[in-house]
């Protein structure tokens, strides 16, 4: 088992109160529940701010794909066909 630190923080208790609901619906403690979430989103934040380098060649064939139309198949022309439920009525 890795070292623990702690780490203690102060919140109002009606934020208290719907961490304890959301960590009791996931069958969580309050401490695994507050750990999971912040750590998730410590990682989506960094993810967000991460910067992939490349050189030209590889930058300018990425930006061709993305310029390039999409080969037709069946599936996209079902998507493109498919009256959305929010039109239908």
């Known amino acids: 088992m890795s070292a ?3 780490l203690n923080i102060r ?4 934020v208290r109160n719907v961490i304890d609901r959301a960590a009791e619906l996931t069958g969580k403690t309050r401490t695994d529940f ?3 979430a912040s750590e998730q989103r410590a990682v989506d934040v960094l993810l967000d701010r991460s910067v992939i380098t490349v050189d030209p ?5 990425f930006v ?3 310029d390039a139309p ?10 493109m066909t ?3 439920p929010w039109s239908k009525g």
């Open 4 to 6: 623990t630190v702690p």
């Open 11 to 14: 919140i109002k208790p009606a």
């Open 34 to 36: 507050m750990i999971e």
């Open 57 to 61: 060649e590889t930058y300018a064939a």
């Open 64 to 66: 061709e794909r993305l």
């Open 70 to 79: 999409p080969e037709a198949n069946e599936r996209l022309r079902r998507t």
């Open 82 to 84: 498919t009256v959305p």
